[in-house]
């Protein structure tokens, strides 16, 4: 009875271990259900497919691996920015119609390299944002694929910078505009000491959801650039003020044409 019993009880312990074994595996290469899943180590994960295609995958690769960008990598940034800009430069007015296809292609690349170049150096997207009178020369149909230029008035919200070496520095911006999506950015040094910001007048430019400021949140203005930005927005009531200025120049200030007073 006894060697029945034994009998039995082998193959059962067997398959119980079995049964260990092969949960006990599986559990060990999903991990703890208490904890994410490892992530594969694959870091161009992070890069997108338009700026791997503007500026090539091997920069791309170096992109995603850095914390701050490097000097190469702002370079191919600016190229692809500066690229379309020699092309428009290059045009006659109007633009004829037998070239946009090159000016289309140029055009993609530089929305993908201006929308890196707002997330890791805001200070030189806003060099290579086109002006008012620029954007007026390209066709209706180019325009979603630039960057929106705007200037209003805003909450700012700082956030702390909890990466290493920043020890909570206020560096991450939110700008709450009113009726418009919230969006994103780095902000200037200068902002961490307003006492208020609430109502502040701002001016910069955005593209997905992510911003540049310009540090003051005035746009002086003139010639061309002023025909074009008087087109756009409207005259401030009390129209004149004294300042240093540019002869023939204006300022854009919280969507309103501010003129100096000669």
């Known amino acids: 009875m006894s060697g029945l019993r034994i009998s039995v009880l082998i193959p059962l312990i067997s398959l119980v271990v079995g049964l260990l074994l092969l949960f006990g595996g599986r559990r060990s290469q999903e991990g703890d259900p208490g904890t994410p899943p490892r992530k594969t180590e694959d870091r161009n994960l992070s890069v ?142 200068q902002m961490t000491e307003f006492r208020s910001k609430n109502n502040l007048p701002v001016e910069g430019i955005a593209l997905d959801s992510w911003t540049a400021l310009m540090p003051n949140g005035v746009k002086l203005v003139s010639g061309r650039e002023r025909a074009a930005t008087e087109r756009l927005f409207p005259v401030a009531p009390s129209a004149e003020f004294i300042a240093p200025r540019e002869a023939g120049s204006a300022a854009l200030i919280a969507g309103q044409i501010h003129r100096f007073a000669e």
């Open 48 to 189: 997108s497919t338009p700026i791997r295609y503007a500026i090539g995958a091997e920069a791309a690769s170096t992109i995603a691996r850095r914390s701050a960008p490097s000097r190469r990598d702002l370079a191919l940034g600016r190229n692809a920015a500066e690229r379309f800009r020699g092309w428009l430069e290059a045009q006659p007015d109007p633009i004829s119609p037998s070239i946009l296809s090159e000016g289309s292609s140029l055009l993609e690349h530089r929305r993908a390299a201006m929308k890196w170049l707002i997330r890791h150096d805001p200070e030189e997207a806003l060099v290579q944002a086109l002006s008012f009178a620029e954007r007026e020369r390209l066709p209706e149909a180019w325009l979603p694929l630039l960057e929106e230029r705007f200037s209003t008035v805003a909450e700012l919200v700082l956030l702390p910078d909890c990466s290493p070496g920043q020890a909570g520095r206020e560096t991450n911006l939110i700008v709450i505009r009113a009726g418009q999506p919230s969006l994103r950015g780095l902000a200037w040094a």
